[in-house]
């Protein structure tokens, strides 16, 4: 059974761009969400996808709750999930391998190891060898955050009195040999995981807005530069078409009909394929984003520097391609004499015939 459609959830426009763009390339059909909150909802009311991608970071639910909210779900439970994350430690790969994780795709992606990691899942799925869903408790996966164990052991208790032994009482309470005391080792310890997993957040949502701001704005850049480029080519064809014309317009009206005719196809012609060749495609913007997203930079100066070569470009095409248009006609005359079905053989028979016949009439009032 192959792969054929994917789940993407992650808060990062970039990141689901990129990643989206490496999934479309093996014939995958793509659904996003924008958060885990949005990818429940969506597995609730949608088809369900052959695999799911999860963001390991996110705000509110973040990756790690929304899979167990998932694998405690029969109706999704056994929906492949593969982690991004950064995160990729051998204890992080067993925790999350426990909680019904299928593997670990590291951020940012990359082809290779995207390709590595489908086609061993298509390989499980094809041969039925895929882990079994974990059992979890509902209420446990609601509950339970994604924070960093405590060297603390299991049904144990805190106090900030010192440690009894024997017989003696605290507070007239007999001890327990589970009693842990609140040292200020496990004070740091508490609070240097609550600060980091505070500060790895709120750094992520940062980064996210940056790389969402800058993809606009690309996004934003390269419409008005193809905007202007194609005015700029629409009001240089326009000067053409209106010079051609004038200077045709002493022909006679037959002659000048066809010529403005043919002309004008070639005009087109050429005009499209200007359009073709002029500028950036959608595949030039594909590649830019994709680089972006890849390095994590933003350089202005190189955006300066893109929207003018751009602009330059448009103009000379215009420029070399209005120099250029009486030598291709001239050519293609020669060129088609050969060829008997050729349009621009045709023209130029019909504009010698017309001058022939101007000269007759010419001649015919002189000596007449």
């Known amino acids: 059974m192959a792969i054929k ?55 509110g639910m973040n990756g790690v709750e929304a899979t167990k909210a998932i694998k405690s779900n029969p109706n999704t439970a056994d929906i492949p999930i593969i982690m991004c994350t950064s995160k990729k430690s051998t204890n992080f790969t067993e925790e999350a391998l426990n909680f019904g994780v299928y593997n670990i795709l590291t951020k940012p992606p990359h082809n290779e190891g995207l390709n ?23 209420t446990e996966a609601a509950n339970q955050p994604d924070e960093e164990p405590f060297n603390i052991p299991v049904n144990t208790s805190v106090d900030m009195a010192p440690k009894t032994t024997g017989s003696e009482t605290l507070n007239g309470h007999p001890s327990s040999s589970n009693l842990v005391p609140l040292t200020s080792d496990l004070i740091e310890q508490i609070s240097r995981s609550a600060v980091k997993t505070h500060i790895n957040n709120r750094l992520h949502e940062l980064l996210s807005s940056l790389f969402d701001e800058q993809f606009d704005h690309l996004k934003r850049v390269l419409d008005e530069t193809r905007n ?34 043919n002309v004008g196809l070639e005009l087109k012609e050429l005009k499209n394929e200007l359009k073709k060749n002029s ?16 390095v994590q930079t933003i350089d202005t100066e190189f ?66």
């Open 5 to 59: 459609n994917a789940l993407l959830v992650d808060d990062s426009k970039v990141a689901r761009f990129a990643l989206s763009k490496l999934l479309e390339s093996r014939d995958m059909e793509v659904n996003m969400a924008g958060s885990a909150e949005e990818a429940l909802d969506y597995l609730s009311k949608s088809d369900r996808p052959d695999v799911i991608f999860m963001d390991h970071l996110m705000p």
């Open 116 to 138: 590595q990691v489908l086609d061993n899942l298509s390989r499980d799925v094809t041969d039925g060898t895929l882990p079994e869903p974990p059992a979890v408790d509902p």
């Open 303 to 368: 955006w300066q520097t893109l929207q003018s070569e751009a602009i330059q470009q448009a103009h000379e095409i215009s420029r070399e391609t209005a120099e250029d248009i009486a030598q291709r006609t001239i050519d293609l005359f020669i060129a088609q004499q050969r060829a008997s079905s050729s349009r621009i053989y045709t023209i130029g028979l019909a504009v010698s015939l017309g001058i022939f016949s101007v000269g007759i009439i010419w001649l015919s009032g002189l000596f007449g």
């Open 228 to 261: 202007r480029q194609e005015s700029a080519i629409e009001e240089r064809m326009n000067a053409m078409s209106a010079m051609l014309k004038e200077r045709t317009q002493n022909l006679r009206d037959d002659i000048a009909a066809e010529v403005n005719l």
């Open 279 to 294: 500028g950036f495609t959608v595949e030039h913007m594909a590649e830019l984003k994709d680089h972006i997203t890849s």
